[in-house]
């Protein structure tokens, strides 16, 4: 707990410095970081290959996640120079508003303070995380997954570099002084001392944060998300979002998990459907009234309709309309993403006005969820729970507000 | 824990029913709820009159607290009445924008869900709590204090009456079972069943509140805020303002705390100010510039200055200059509400852009941190923390938002 009061002191010492800095200082950090990061390659690489090497029994996907490649380098620098490149969202005024007695009042977009982020061992996540942060106007603390310490310390040597050169405080961004458990657990305590948690990684991790933590937190523990085929689908349509939303990109979180279908298009749809799925390798858990469609398909459980695959797998159900639809994803969804295919303007609007998730789409792929097809020009992750921030957390969900009131002497009396 | 799991689930299956009611069926229920109060003003006395004689031992500050009377009920029913006619805060659309692929983009104003309210023994917080909730289309759970059960038992049969008069389930609002304490243990222990905890109340019990809840709040632990009257400020402005901020109400939470003066004044100025203080019957804590201009000031400790008196005692401290005010007030202040008083637009913006606080004010009272103040037609309570919502809390800051995206057909591919 020491290290981690002594880390968010200096952090939120920092902050306020960078609060107040103004967006070409903060671009520059990040133009300078970028090009530390181009510049050090070797050295990057070599720190990876010695995180690689320390871990030698790790699965091929995590060993993946772990490995940084010069096109993985460059692809880091390239982000920064992006989120250089967006607006800064400090200072923004948010609504203004004159009262009666002459009061203005003004709603002003304002760092948060000091940020904690907690992430497995994908060591690109700390540039990404902390140019974000820092963009935002936030001090940062990392801690990635152990596995990457040695990477994430050279990541971060880079992001000093470019605080250097613009002449900010070190501690904008620091990372954990080890690869000690315990500081996890001072971070998820630190009430008072980080202003907000972001977990990114598996579900066991963002529950964790979930379970324990003592700071708000914004993550999404899952993304359970469905597509509904609606009895008025365009059936053209139907076939060509499925395959994206389900097989576009497997493991994110965005992708479809579930089809809903429709009683009254299913005969001949569904197989259509299957038929395109299974050629791209897609493998199915269906229920009693899919499998007396097409007997030949596995037959689901309740496990499996609650079951984020992150895979090729398809969990389908057979739904009478939107109702149909609708009580599903009350009782497996995740309040992530939800999206409904039909041509009919009035099951669309009921399907969309009955959801309670982030993010309900009308004919378009459950996978656009996410902050770079939002517009957002980057995300440091999805948010599902319902304060602050929802769906994909860009820049201005990175901030919070306060409010500036202008007067000429009022007084309650 | 079962208790509350029961409430709870029956407190969200009402919330989406509630999310979905139009505005005329909520503001029926709470001017049905409103007349159900003025008629049951006998009952409400003689619960009152019981929970009093069960209680004979309190101060007088709580038992006029606890206290309700025939103006009390209908001061109650008209809030009831007020919340009716203000705009329905859900389904506003927040933002839109259309995506360089087509697609569309809505933030829409949604209801946050289920709400726990834990207050103090004041009978009146139960109606004004629940009807805010109501017209934001969330279900509330309330847990008064246990002096004012059967008061806020009678109120809540009123609020049930409207509630059945508009046709809206019951478990809209709930209260809680007994007075047992482990109830509100409960509350703070439901994640996942209950969304948002907000207590209202005294520092000890919004403190346990912050520090046992699994669920998130919105609170204030303590208002300790600072009047700065700089070098440039108007005189007659800053004792106007001041006498206001300090003595106008001791108890609210926007009450002036401490005076901070800027010392190229405080020769002259400080004796007024405190002239004019002593005069309203004001007391003073003062520090050793304070007292080396009027040596009669009683000797203010850290500990004064890190005090919210809620009474009429004024800390004061000689500062020099913005940067004065901003260094005691980051060290003592609790990021509520800060006030400059300045005829210097520099010195106000560098003040205002400076602070860390939920609101600033130039030139006005502290004691403006007021829903009513803002515009927002009532509030359910200040926040000061740097999530979801800061300063007064009124519908809008009640409700959460989602996406909902429209397209044609768009996939990621």
């Given at each position: 707990?020491?290290?981690?009061?002594?880390?968010?002191?200096?952090?939120?010492?920092?902050?306020?410095?960078?609060?107040?800095?103004?967006?070409?200082?903060?671009?520059?950090?990040?133009?300078?970081?970028?090009?530390?990061?181009?510049?050090?390659?070797?050295?990057?690489?070599?720190?990876?290959?010695?995180?690689?090497?320390?871990?030698?029994?790790?699965?091929a996907a995590f060993r993946d996640r772990l490995t940084?490649?010069?096109?993985?380098?460059?692809?880091?620098?390239?982000?920064?120079?992006?989120?250089?490149?967006l607006p800064d969202p400090v200072g923004r005024l948010l609504s203004e508003w004159t009262r009666p007695n002459g009061l203005v009042i003004r709603r002003i977009a304002q760092p948060l303070g000091v940020i904690g982020m907690i992430f497995e061992s994908r060591p690109n996540v700390a540039a990404d995380a902390a140019a974000l942060c820092l963009k935002a106007g936030s001090a940062i603390i990392l801690r990635g997954g152990r596995e990457s310490f040695r990477s994430v310390g050279a990541i971060h040597t880079c992001l000093l570099q470019g605080l250097a050169e613009a002449g900010?405080?070190?501690?904008?961004?620091?990372?954990?002084?080890?690869?000690?458990?315990?500081?996890?657990?001072?971070?998820?305590?630190?009430?008072g001392l980080i202003d907000l948690i972001i977990p990114r990684g598996g579900k066991s991790l963002v529950n964790r944060v979930l379970a324990e933590a003592r700071v708000p937190v914004l993550a999404h523990a899952e993304g359970l998300c469905h597509t509904y085929v609606d009895g008025a689908a365009d059936p053209a349509m139907a076939r060509k979002i499925l395959a994206d939303a389900k097989m576009r990109r497997l493991t994110v979180c965005g992708a479809t998990e579930t089809l809903l279908i429709d009683a009254r298009v299913a005969p001949f749809l569904l197989p259509l459907l299957v038929g395109d799925l299974a050629a791209l390798g897609c493998d199915f858990r269906a229920d009693a009234r899919a499998r007396a469609i097409i007997p030949a398909l596995p037959a689901a459980t309740d496990d499996d309709f609650a079951t984020e695959w992150l895979d090729a797998i398809l969990n389908i159900a057979v739904v009478d309309g939107v109702a149909g639809a609708l009580s599903h994803i009350r009782r497996f969804g995740s309040e992530h993403t939800e999206a409904i295919v039909t041509e009919d303007e009035a099951a669309a609007t009921a399907f969309l006005d009955g959801l309670d998730a982030a993010v309900g789409l009308w004919?378009?792929?459950?996978?656009?969820?996410?902050?770079?097809?939002?517009?957002?020009?980057?995300?440091?992750g999805i948010a599902t729970g319902r304060l602050h921030a929802r769906g994909p957390v860009g820049l201005e969900q990175l901030c919070t507000f306060r409010y500036q009131v202008v007067g000429t002497g009022q007084v309650r009396g």
């Open positions: 707990m020491d290290q981690i009061t002594a880390a968010a002191s200096a952090a939120r010492t920092a902050a306020v410095t960078l609060a107040r800095a103004e967006r070409v200082t903060k671009d520059a950090a990040l133009t300078a970081a970028a090009a530390a990061l181009r510049a050090a390659k070797p050295e990057l690489m070599a720190a990876n290959a010695a995180d690689l090497a320390a871990a030698p029994d790790l699965t940084l490649t010069p096109s993985r380098i460059e692809a880091m620098a390239t982000g920064l120079d992006d989120i250089a490149a900010l405080p070190e501690a904008c961004i620091q990372i954990a002084p080890d690869t000690d458990r315990a500081f996890v657990g001072s971070m998820l305590a630190a009430s004919n378009a792929s459950t996978q656009f969820c996410d902050g770079g097809e939002f517009g957002f020009g980057a995300e440091i």
